[in-house]
Each structure stands twice: as structure tokens, then as C-alpha cells.
């Protein structure tokens, strides 16, 4: 299995909706992260959670909310769904050594 | 947040090394200079990271000039695997990555 685990891979979803986006970790580690990417752009911190009961906005939160419902899970979702959040979306997790990320979530808004 | 400059492209041929520049002029003391790379459809993995000294892994080398203000990630034989976007990043640690657009590495066969 891997390390940080994004479920699901793919999807699509219509304008207006809800999605939730899941993401767990087998690393132990505190800290988690949502990060997303634009074709052709680099990637942009939405949220990020150094514990359990700590959650911090990014770079880019509006439009999304995040639950850190245990230390291994942070799931991030998007209340209502639009077409510019059309994107590439990556769960990391870190220690003192560095990053892990997850294989990604591409989302399609319809 | 302290900032990086890449240039925005490299190319290299197979089987050659490959030096990426990063610049970092205004470094503090407790940042540590990492790199990650983004494979084509994957999320990024961690290269290597240091703050002083030179390092090595299995996958490359960081030289890091003595006044702290550049380094340089060197692969030592690049692959056809190898192309992909590089990252340099500055961070305290235990701090959240904030990334530039980095490198992209066209490896020419």
C-alpha cells in the first residue's frame, strides 16, 4: 500500500455540488496537507493541519473546508462546486525530513 | 518566505550529468534548502535536502555554495526517467512547502 493514499483518482462532478475529497496516511506523521495544481502551473497550498486539532489556511482556501477527522485522515472538500476548480489535487504528509505526497485526485467541474 | 529562482527549462542528454542552479540571496540561517521533483502525472517526491554541506543520496547530489546563497542539484547520469519538474525550496523546519514554478528537465536520448 501507499504511504499517503487519495481516494478517489478521478472524478467528475457537476456545478453546484458537493465533493469531498479523502486522503489517508500510513507515515505517522502529524502534519498534513492539500495541495492543488493548474496544467502548467506549479502547485498552491489550499490547507494544512499540524495536528489533529490545528487546521490552517493556505495560499487558496476560499471555496474549500477541511476535516482532519484523525491523525492518519484529512479529507478536503468543496462546499459548492465550480469549473475553475477544475485542477490536480495532492494530499502530502511531513516530518522533520521532508514531504511524502499522494498520487493525486483530478477533478473535473461540469 | 524566503524565495528561489530556476530557470525555467534545462536539456541534457542521456547518459550526461546534469547541474540545476538555484538561486536563494536572501537565505537565513535555519533555512534548509530541499528538492523535490514532479514526474509527469504523479505528486512530487522528496531528492534530497541539506543545509550546510554537501550532500549525496542514491539519487543525487547537493552542492551548496559556502555563503548559503546558491546550490545545485547535480544527477550524475541522467535517464530518460529523470525528466520532470524540479523544485528547489527553502524551508524552516517543521514548515509548509510554498512552491515556484521550478525547473523542467527535457532529457534528450
Known amino acids: 500500500d501507499a504511504d499517503v493514499t487519495q481516494t478517489p483518482r478521478n472524478r467528475i462532478t457537476k456545478t453546484g455540488k458537493r465533493i469531498m475529497l479523502e486522503c489517508s496516511q500510513t507515515?505517522?506523521?502529524?502534519?498534513m496537507y492539500w495541495y492543488r495544481q493548474d496544467p502548467g502551473l506549479g502547485l498552491r497550498l489550499i490547507y494544512y493541519?499540524?495536528?489533529?486539532?490545528?487546521?490552517n489556511k493556505g495560499e487558496i482556501s476560499d471555496g474549500y473546508s477541511v476535516s482532519r477527522q484523525a491523525q492518519a485522515k484529512f479529507s478536503l472538500s468543496l462546499e459548492s462546486a465550480i469549473p475553475n476548480q477544475t485542477a490536480l489535487y495532492f494530499c502530502?504528509?511531513?516530518?522533520?525530513?521532508?514531504?511524502?505526497f499522494g498520487s493525486g485526485t483530478r477533478l473535473t467541474v461540469v | 518566505d524566503a524565495k528561489t529562482t530556476q530557470p525555467n527549462s534545462m536539456e541534457s542528454n542521456e547518459e550526461e550529468p546534469v547541474h540545476l542552479p538555484c538561486n536563494h540571496s536572501?537565505?537565513?540561517?535555519?533555512?534548509?534548502i530541499h528538492w523535490y521533483r514532479q514526474l509527469p502525472s504523479q505528486g512530487p517526491e522528496y531528492v534530497i535536502h541539506?543545509?550546510?554541506s554537501n550532500v549525496n543520496n542514491r539519487m543525487a547530489s547537493l552542492a551548496i555554495a559556502e555563503d548559503r546563497k546558491s546550490s545545485t542539484l547535480i544527477l550524475h547520469r541522467a535517464t530518460l526517467r529523470d525528466a520532470a519538474v524540479y523544485y528547489c525550496?527553502?524551508?524552516?523546519?517543521?514548515?509548509?512547502?510554498?512552491f515556484g514554478k521550478g525547473t523542467r528537465l527535457h532529457i534528450l536520448p
Open positions: 493541519s499540524f495536528d489533529v486539532k490545528d487546521i
Open positions: 525550496i527553502l524551508l524552516v523546519r517543521y514548515d509548509k512547502i510554498i
Open positions: 536572501t537565505i537565513s540561517g535555519t533555512d534548509y
Open positions: 502530502a504528509t511531513s516530518d522533520v525530513y521532508g514531504y511524502t
Open positions: 541539506g543545509l550546510t
Open positions: 507515515k505517522g506523521h502529524d502534519r
